[in-house]
């Protein structure tokens, strides 16, 4: 797979596996001069070690935008080699998508300190996850909530959370305003969900004052310079 113009690649329902899931991750890997963008690999049973696999070239890939993984049999064991995609420096993922897994709540809070620092991800769908109320991830929420290096949508929505672990999310969402899109699900309450609109309404004003503020802070750059 040496093809110079392939950008999008659907691999849906092809009875991937983890070998070849690795063999992917060798042709995707720093040394690729393939710009692929989006890769779907949805549906196939690679489960976590597939993801491993995939890990070895895309943790080290600058061209890909989209990752969806969703229906992979997927589990808690998959998280470091996710991590290892979101943290790379030069990548240029914007959007996770991993619905329908097993990855639970020790799952989901060991991807989210990646979340929190990935270079362009603003995106990610853990729906349909399995996801309890776990003290980890409650941690881990709140710390991607109020830290996150870009303004945020998550979907953990259609999980096994609480009422009482939302509200503390909300209070997490509201002091860090980095969140400006977060899916729940139905789980939450109406009190909650009108208290949830509150705070991404706000937020979002947060989020475009600050766009507005880079925009100008690179239009005065450019002045600068042409006055050299």
Known sequence: M???????????????????????????GHTSEMPLKILHIDHNPIGSKGVEGLAIGLAQNKFLNVLTLSFDELDAECAPA??????????????????????????????????????????????????????????????????ARNFQKINIGNNFLTNDFISHAL?????????????????????????????????KKVAKKAKKKKKKGKKGKKGKKGKK
């Open 82 to 147: 996710i991590c290892k995609i979101l943290v790379y420096i030069e990548s240029n993922l914007k959007e996770l998508e991993m619905i329908g897994n097993r990855l639970k709540g020790q799952g989901v809070a060991e991807i989210l300190p990646a979340v929190k620092i990935s270079k362009n991800l603003t995106n990610v769908d853990l729906s349909d996850n399995q996801v309890e109320d776990h003290p980890k991830l409650k941690e881990a929420l709140a710390d991607f909530a109020v830290n």
């Open 171 to 203: 209070q997490a969402l509201e002091e860090g305003k980095k969140i400006v899109d977060i899916n729940f699900g139905i789980e939450i309450s109406p009190e909650l969900r009108l208290k949830l609109k509150g705070i991404l309404a706000e937020n």
């Open 2 to 28: 040496t093809n110079k113009t392939i950008e999008t690649l659907d691999l849906l329902k092809n009875k991937i596996t983890d070998v070849g899931c690795e063999c992917l991750g060798r042709v995707l």
